[in-house]
């Protein structure tokens, strides 16, 4: 006779147990990082060569800072007055980076503290400013040209407002901050530098006179700084 009609389908049959882990893949290669940091810095003229292995460094260059004037007080008079002189500017300051491709140097110069002001009646009496710091990196690199950082100014004979901060191009370039004028015979605070490294590029406090001096002679600044992070691979 002919086939019969199909039968419904049955129940779904309950799961199979797990089959065994398999076998441990092979180790991945080990990936890159700068984790390994080396800073190193420079306060004289120099050429720097980067640590073996340097793949890329960040630089900071700070300028010296200026130096104040000279405080002279008045004893023309019956009575002695005293005066004081403003706070000279803190030295300019530049942030680079650059990624080491091949054979690199720099050549790195360092600004120097302004002078404080001295001497008599006329004489040099006005503090100078700093000196200017530069970091020209040449070889094979990517990213900031050079650096250049200018000193903070300096201040004169009893001067009534503070030296200017200094300038500075390339990188990330931060000024200088303007000394703090005196008030009275209260001598001027010096500025900061535009990076703050400790007292590098610091702008001198003012002078003050009083007796028995009629006179007092004006501080120098302080110098410039490159310091340097390198990252190694």
């Given at each position: 006779?002919?086939?019969?009609?199909?039968?419904?389908?049955?129940?779904?049959?309950?799961?199979?147990?797990?089959?065994?882990?398999?076998a441990q893949?092979?180790?991945?290669?080990?990936?890159?990082?700068?984790?390994?940091?080396?800073?190193?810095?420079?306060?004289?003229?120099?050429?720097?060569?980067?640590?073996?292995?340097?793949?890329?460094?960040?630089?900071?260059?700070?300028?010296?800072?200026?130096?104040?004037?000279?405080?002279?007080?008045?004893?023309?008079?019956?009575?002695?007055?005293?005066?004081?002189?403003?706070?000279?500017?803190?030295?300019?300051?530049?942030?680079?980076?650059?990624?080491?491709?091949?054979?690199?140097?720099?050549?790195?110069?360092?600004?120097?503290?302004?002078?404080?002001?001295?001497?008599?009646?006329?004489?040099?009496?006005?503090?100078?400013?700093?000196?200017?710091?530069?970091?020209?990196?040449?070889?094979?690199?990517?990213?900031?040209?050079?650096?250049?950082?200018?000193?903070?100014?300096?201040?004169?004979?009893?001067?009534?407002?503070?030296?200017?901060?200094?300038?500075?191009?390339?990188?990330?370039?931060?000024?200088?901050?303007?000394?703090?004028?005196?008030?009275?015979?209260?001598?001027?605070?010096?500025?900061?530098?535009?990076?703050?490294?400790?007292?590098?590029?610091?702008?001198?406090?003012?002078?003050?006179?009083?007796?028995?001096?009629?006179?007092?002679?004006?501080?120098?600044g302080t110098?410039?700084?490159?310091?340097?992070?390198?990252?190694?691979?």
């Amino acid at each position: 006779g002919g086939t019969g009609a199909q039968g419904a389908t049955g129940n779904t049959g309950a799961q199979g147990a797990g089959g065994s882990t398999g076998a441990q893949g092979a180790a991945g290669s080990a990936g890159n990082s700068n984790s390994t940091q080396v800073i190193r810095s420079f306060t004289s003229n120099t050429t720097y060569t980067p640590t073996s292995g340097t793949k890329n460094i960040t630089v900071y260059c700070v300028a010296g800072g200026g130096g104040s004037g000279v405080a002279e007080g008045d004893t023309s008079g019956e009575q002695f007055d005293f005066s004081a002189s403003s706070g000279a500017g803190g030295g300019g300051a530049c942030i680079g980076y650059y990624n080491i491709t091949g054979s690199f140097s720099a050549s790195i110069q360092i600004g120097g503290g302004g002078s404080g002001g001295s001497g008599y009646h006329g004489q040099q009496q006005t503090g100078s400013s700093g000196g200017e710091s530069r970091f020209t990196p040449s070889g094979s690199y990517s990213g900031n040209g050079t650096l250049d950082a200018n000193g903070g100014g300096g201040t004169s004979l009893n001067s009534s407002s503070g030296g200017g901060g200094g300038s500075a191009s390339g990188g990330l370039a931060l000024s200088g901050i303007e000394g703090n004028p005196r008030s009275g015979s209260t001598r001027g605070i010096g500025g900061a530098a535009g990076f703050v490294f400790g007292t590098r590029g610091q702008g001198a406090r003012g002078a003050e006179s009083g007796e028995p001096n009629d006179e007092t002679n004006g501080s120098a600044g302080t110098g410039g700084i490159v310091v340097i992070y390198e990252y190694i691979v």
